[in-house]
């Protein structure tokens, strides 16, 4: 996220940008505002959300998804095709 705001503000021309993050992409959006604010940095004008974990103190149905042999599994799946296959992420 960092490179890609000063992308967007260099491309645009300003010094704030709108950004949105969905899913995985959400959370990391949540931990940059996070560091931004820390560093004193005002280049998030707004943030959206879309089905983004930013609290993992409940993480209710997602629990099984955040283990870590679930998340070695999806490693070894994408080590082994080169990609996550549709099936696996249907589920």
């Known amino acids: 996220y960092l490179q890609a705001i000063d992308t967007v503000k260099s491309i645009c021309g300003t010094k704030q940008v709108n950004a949105i993050g969905y899913c995985i992409a959400g959370t990391t959006l949540h931990l940059t505002l996070a560091l931004l604010k820390k560093r004193g940095d005002t280049s998030i004008k707004s ?3 879309f089905t983004s974990l930013t609290d993992f103190s409940e993480q209710g149905e997602f629990t099984p998804f ?3 042999d679930f998340v070695d599994g999806i490693e070894a799946e994408v080590n082994q095709n080169g990609i996550l296959r549709s099936f696996i992420m249907g589920r």
């Open 47 to 49: 943030a959206t959300f």
């Open 66 to 68: 955040l283990q870590d």
